[in-house]
């Protein structure tokens, strides 16, 4: 959550920084604000609202320096205003600094702080941190570098920090724990950020700093060192992103846009692991590396939040079904405060869009101690999850700017179809023809994502009789039961409607309570080996007069006659059913956010990655 850009060089700052921003307002957008260091001065500026605000604000002000930190927030400390807004200044006026996390600590720190005189603007921990550093600073005359090193080593918590110092006005400070960064390297400037997008067009030369290390840099050069002062050499990798895919491309809002990049972002994960004229698995070393790790496990424990966890139900039915693994689902969140019980071979699978997760972090920390292996599906290239595992694979879904998962969560889905039909080829748990099989529908999927996005102009009308709607049930059976939990995920993410998802023969174990003849109810329908016990779930519903909204197999005529209103699927194998049913719900939820005027790419309290607990 938050997001954070920082600028040193021979450029004006201001111009990098709020294109910075605009990039990163998708992790927070509750209030924004920049410092500028020039000539031993610090000029704040900083509004609440989104990044528009804070430029129109700023109209008309002098803004030189070609050293500057800018924030876009997602309020944790104290509510949105423009006082608690970044970045903040030190008691003495002296500092500026901005941060994403959260310091557990505060509360004693700020006690400390009090005592000794010093007197606080906001509600933040952000200010309490910056005041330790002053205090720390000027109680032991201790130059800059030393006051941060020991402040963070008191410090609980998560952070990723970014420090101006009027004291030494040709130096950028950075540090993190937890929180994500990753550093720009161009000729004589250097540019920071929460994740890559704002870098794109100055260079694609970065590193990803390691949790506790400071980053000290200069015009001419950079230094690493940790917590402890020692030098640190980072990788130097090369970024492998375009500008253009971070662009809407003509295209209304990044999560339309996103939806529609589905079946080029679904060819991408599948290219380089699928032959995609035959379907047969192809080995590579990504591949092997699944395989060798997964093949002889005794059991796969899956710990992600939110759309993620819902890819891991599935993987679930995948892996259990095709390669014969006992598979548990865990909430990162709840993992990370139980005492698991770990055995020796056992892998915990970790899935994550950014690669950032905070609660995931922690979950896999938590595993690794009890000498369990990680495995990792995520998005981001270089983030803090895959670098932590034993293995990984990337989705190769393209950045993703709208708040609610789309193609990435595809992604995860095909990357866990393929992880199943990789070990269980390797075991030979099911036959190399249905194998084949799979692959050859798997090749096929692509065409048929671009089937079921030509429904959008029915979607949209059909959406308008349900724009009044307060509650939608959304139930499933099978594979498309953690479709019915993702589709009333994004609609209550969306359109801000309450919605559940259950899996349909659970309705009559209490939701069926719910249903009277204003409660849309949302069947996925289509053809599978539960599709005569979810006949009668839709005849118990209708019975009761709720508006029954379903999704059915093409050339269906059961369905439709039951239901007010009927998407059509293209028939597909009834494991890979959930990738198209998906992407009807996810266009049913865009639609209903957009004919009731919302923020669909940025909705309300959300932010794209959460990297606070």
């Known amino acids: 959550m938050c997001g954070i850009v920082g600028y040193i060089g021979f450029k004006e700052a201001f111009p990098i920084l709020l294109k910075g921003l605009k990039r990163l307002e998708y992790r927070g957008y509750d209030s924004s604000g920049v410092v500028l260091l020039e000539e031993e001065t610090l000029q704040l500026f900083k509004k609440k609202g989104k990044v528009k605000e804070l430029e129109q604000f700023v109209e008309g002000e002098q803004l030189a320096g070609n050293i500057g930190i800018g924030h876009t927030r997602w309020a944790t400390h104290g509510v949105p205003n423009d006082l608690n807004a970044h970045p903040h200044l030190s008691f003495d006026g002296n500092m500026a600094m901005i941060h994403n996390g959260i310091i557990e600590n505060y509360a004693n720190l700020k006690q400390i702080l009090v005592d000794n005189g010093f007197e606080f603007k906001s509600e933040t921990d952000t200010e309490v941190l910056l005041n330790y550093i002053q205090f720390l600073k000027n109680k032991d005359l201790l130059?800059?570098?030393?006051?941060?090193?020991?402040?963070?080593?008191?410090?609980?918590?998560?952070?990723?920090?970014?420090?101006?110092?009027?004291?030494?006005?040709?130096?950028?400070?950075?540090?993190?724990?937890?929180?994500?960064?990753?550093?720009?390297?161009?000729?004589?400037?250097?540019?920071?950020?929460?994740?890559?997008?704002?870098?794109?067009?100055?260079?694609?030369e970065v590193f990803y700093p390691n949790n506790e290390e400071i980053i000290i840099l200069r015009r001419h050069d950079y230094q690493v060192i940790n917590f402890n002062g020692e030098q640190v050499t980072p990788v130097i990798q090369e970024l492998l992103m375009e500008e253009k895919a971070i662009e809407k491309g003509g295209f209304d809002h990044y999560m339309l846009k996103e939806m529609y990049e589905q079946p080029e972002s679904f060819t991408n994960c599948l290219r380089g692991r699928i032959q995609l004229d035959t379907g047969t698995l192809i080995k590579t070393e990504d591949i092997r590396s699944w395989v060798s790790l997964f093949q002889k496990a005794p059991r796969i424990i899956i710990v992600s939040c939110g759309s993620s966890w819902h890819a891991g139900l599935l993987g679930e039915y995948w892996i259990e079904e095709l390669a014969r693994i006992p598979v548990e689902v865990e909430y990162a969140s709840e993992f990370r405060y139980r005492n698991p019980i770990i055995y020796p071979g056992d892998i915990v699978l970790a899935i994550s869009q950014s690669g950032e997760t905070a609660d995931t972090l922690v979950a896999l920390e938590k595993a690794k101690d009890q000498g369990a292996l990680i495995f990792s599906i995520v998005n981001v290239v270089g983030s803090s999850i895959p670098r932590m595992s034993d293995a990984y694979a990337y989705t190769h879904s393209g950045p993703e700017i709208g708040v609610?998962?789309?193609?990435?969560?595809?992604?995860?889905?095909?990357?866990?179809?393929?992880?199943?039909?990789?070990?269980?080829?390797?075991?030979?748990?099911?036959?190399?023809?249905?194998?084949?099989?799979?692959?050859?529908?798997?090749?096929?999927?692509?065409?048929?994502?671009?089937?079921?996005?030509?429904?959008?102009?029915?979607?949209?009308?059909?959406?308008?009789?349900?724009?009044?709607?307060?509650?939608?049930?959304?139930?499933?059976?099978?594979?498309?039961?953690?479709?019915?939990?993702?589709?009333?995920?994004?609609?209550?993410?969306?359109?801000?409607?309450?919605?559940?998802?259950?899996?349909?023969?659970?309705?009559?174990?209490?939701?069926?309570?719910?249903?009277?003849?204003?409660?849309p109810v949302v069947f996925l329908a289509t053809k599978d080996n539960c599709y005569e016990k979810i006949i009668s779930n839709i005849q118990e519903i209708k019975a009761r007069?709720?508006?029954?909204?379903?999704?059915?197999?093409?050339?269906?005529?059961?369905?439709?006659?039951?239901?007010?209103?009927?998407?059509?699927?293209?028939?597909?194998?009834?494991?890979?059913?959930?990738?198209?049913?998906?992407?009807?719900?996810?266009?049913?939820?865009?639609?209903?956010?957009?004919?009731?005027?919302?923020?669909?790419?940025?909705?309300?309290?959300?932010?794209?990655?959460?990297?606070?607990?």
Request: aromatic residues 6%.
């Open 545 to 613: 007069g709720g508006k029954i909204i379903a999704l059915a197999t093409e050339g269906d005529q059961i369905v439709p006659a039951l239901a007010k209103d009927t998407f059509f699927l293209p028939e597909t194998d009834e494991l890979l059913a959930p990738f198209l049913n998906v992407i009807v719900l996810q266009l049913f939820s865009y639609e209903m956010g957009i004919q009731k005027g919302l923020d669909v790419d940025q909705p309300r309290n959300l932010a794209k990655s959460v990297t606070v607990e």
């Open 404 to 519: 609610a998962s789309t193609k990435t969560f595809l992604g995860q889905l095909g990357v866990l179809m393929l992880l199943a039909m990789s070990i269980a080829e390797e075991k030979n748990s099911i036959s190399s023809e249905r194998i084949m099989t799979l692959g050859k529908e798997m090749i096929r999927l692509p065409h048929l994502i671009e089937e079921v996005l030509k429904q959008h102009d029915h979607i949209k009308s059909v959406v308008k009789s349900y724009t009044s709607a307060t509650d939608v049930l959304f139930l499933g059976r099978g594979y498309n039961f953690p479709i019915a939990l993702e589709g009333a995920l994004k609609l209550k993410e969306i359109s801000y409607i309450h919605a559940e998802g259950y899996p349909a023969a659970e309705m009559k174990h209490g939701p069926i309570a719910l249903v009277d003849e204003h409660l």
């Open 143 to 204: 130059s800059l570098e030393m006051a941060l090193q020991q402040a963070l080593q008191q410090v609980k918590g998560t952070y990723c920090i970014l420090l101006l110092s009027v004291d030494e006005p040709n130096v950028l400070f950075a540090a993190r724990k937890g929180s994500p960064l990753v550093i720009g390297i161009g000729k004589n400037e250097f540019f920071l950020a929460s994740d890559a997008t704002p870098l794109l067009g100055y260079t694609n």
